[in-house]
């Protein structure tokens, strides 16, 4: 099965100006979520989805960040205007909602540089 | 924050089991064990998980002492592919669940 894909892989842009990263989940995943990792640390949640609504967004920061998911799959985390601590990796994952693993798959994130 | 103390760094040796240590002493009774590890440049990749009986699957064992309060992960016989960071997650089985990681542990595989 294909994975979660993530465009682009890298993005370098300078402080002050936007940018928007892409997410297509694997098919049939209802819940889709948007962390970032910063250098040396672990992924931290920003957004999550369950289909089209927003489950978490408590670490979202709302005045720069935003995220949606039309249509209940893929997704866009834009960021405006954007600042030298933006800088770090923005993971997406998807998993199921039903089952028992509730495992979380990972794509190979966008690497995000500001200067 | 994460309910998970793990050591910040391993070395194991190509061919050796890699026994890595996780403390959850405030674990909950519905909460499992999860671990995932992120190899350099990609996605964190899921692995094993449990919650109270030791696990196995075709990467990993993951063993869970009888009070809950701390975990091993092995991996049989480590190869270099095996160098990685490794998270130790406690969460309830919900879809709904959130990942909280911590800081992993960095696991090196010498030759």
């Known amino acids: 099965e294909a994975g979660v894909a993530q465009s682009p892989r890298y993005k370098i842009i300078e402080k002050r100006q936007s940018v928007a990263f892409w997410c297509n989940p694997i098919?049939?995943?209802?819940?889709l979520y948007w962390y970032q990792q910063i250098l040396g640390q672990g992924p931290k949640l920003l957004i999550q989805?369950?289909?089209?609504?927003?489950?978490?967004d408590s670490q979202l920061p709302k005045d720069r960040f935003s995220a949606e998911r039309l249509k209940g799959v893929d997704s866009t985390l834009k960021i405006q205007p954007a600042k030298l601590e933006d800088s770090a990796v923005y993971l997406c994952?998807?998993?199921?909602?039903?089952?028992?693993?509730?495992?979380?798959?990972f794509g190979p994130g966008t690497r995000l540089t500001v200067t | 924050d994460a309910k998970t103390t793990q050591p910040p760094s391993m070395d194991c040796a190509e061919g050796r089991a890699a026994n890595l240590p996780c403390n959850h002493s405030?674990?909950?009774?519905?909460?499992?064990v999860y671990w995932y590890r992120q190899i350099h440049s990609q996605g964190p990749q899921y692995i094993i998980h449990?919650?109270?009986n030791n696990e196995t699957n075709e990467m990993a064992s993951l063993i869970i002492t009888e009070d809950r309060k701390s975990s091993t992960l092995i991996l049989p016989h480590a190869t270099l592919r095996d160098t990685a960071v490794y998270y130790c997650?406690?969460?309830?089985?919900?879809?709904?669940?959130?990942?909280?990681f911590g800081q992993g542990t960095r696991l090196t595989i010498n030759p």
């Open positions: 994952a998807s998993s199921l909602t039903s089952g028992d693993s509730y495992e979380q798959y």
């Open positions: 098919s049939g995943h209802a819940t």
């Open positions: 989805f369950q289909n089209n609504g927003v489950v978490d």
């Open positions: 405030t674990i909950s009774g519905n909460e499992y």
């Open positions: 449990g919650l109270k």
């Open positions: 997650i406690v969460r309830v089985a919900d879809g709904a669940q959130k990942l909280v």
